[in-house]
């Protein structure tokens, strides 16, 4: 397994249009997470996955955004008519994660993201 | 997640031994104090985690307080490669229900010098 992969690494649209990316976590991971990086900020959370089961989003994640994960592996982050304000680097991330919530003890291994800009 | 504060930078010369300082004075019994570090261009990579006795790694050590308000991530030499953004941030044990994210300050950008 050569960790989490993202794709594309680089994006850029024109403002209003549709884009989505795609994520490919380790493949024992059952914890899919995507967050979002600004310049000079650290990432923040949008939204999670345990298996195919989104079980938290983030207010950050508007009606514009929606994440899928279906058969509970790779994922994908659509948004819907991109405004100048979404240019980021979207960072996806998995873990393993055991019954009853406790993690395996390595934590989350992160993508190296997608760049967006919308122009 | 409880918060952490963290100097906005740093600075180290190579092969010299590097303290990061982290505070958590509101930390909970149940938090574990992880470290990531973000190398430019790439997403964050997990570092090094504990809950109340000092950890070591191949990449690091991890210094607790004995009252757990304060921590410190030790790089015993520090290498070029090691020039990052370095976040400490605290997770609940428990984190099975909504607790599913790590949350993110600005961290410590450490700059490296030869």
């Known amino acids: 397994d050569t960790g989490v992969s993202q794709d594309p690494r680089h994006k850029i649209t024109k403002r209003g249009q549709n884009v989505t990316f795609r994520c490919d976590p380790i493949s024992e991971h059952n914890r899919l997470y995507w967050y979002r990086q600004t310049l000079g900020q650290g990432p923040e959370f949008l939204t999670y996955f345990q298996n195919e089961a989104q079980l938290e989003k983030s207010r950050l994640l508007s009606d514009r955004f929606s994440a899928e994960r279906p058969k509970g592996s790779f994922s994908t982050l659509e948004i819907q008519r991109t405004e100048q304000g979404d240019s980021a680097m979207y960072l996806c991330?998995?873990?393993?994660?055991?019954?009853?919530?406790?993690?395996?003890?390595?934590?989350?291994?992160f993508g190296s993201g997608t760049r967006l800009t919308v122009v | 997640d409880a918060k952490t504060t963290q100097p906005n930078s740093m600075e180290s010369n190579e092969e010299e031994p590097v303290h990061l300082p982290c505070n958590h004075s509101t930390i909970s019994g149940t938090d574990y104090i992880h470290w990531y570090r973000q190398l430019p261009s790439q997403g964050p990579e997990y570092v090094i985690h504990?809950?109340?006795s000092n950890v070591n790694n191949r990449m690091a050590s991890l210094a607790i307080a004995e009252d757990r308000k304060s921590s410190t991530l030790i790089l015993h030499r520090a290498t070029l490669r090691d020039a990052a953004v370095y976040y400490c941030?605290?997770?609940?044990?428990?984190?099975?229900?909504?607790?599913?994210?790590?949350?993110f300050g600005k961290g410590t950008k450490l700059s490296v010098k030869p």
């Open positions: 991330a998995s873990s393993l994660v055991f019954a009853r919530g406790r993690a395996a003890g390595y934590g989350y291994t």
């Open positions: 504990g809950l109340t």
């Open positions: 941030i605290l997770r609940d044990r428990n984190y099975g229900g909504s607790q599913g994210n790590l949350i």
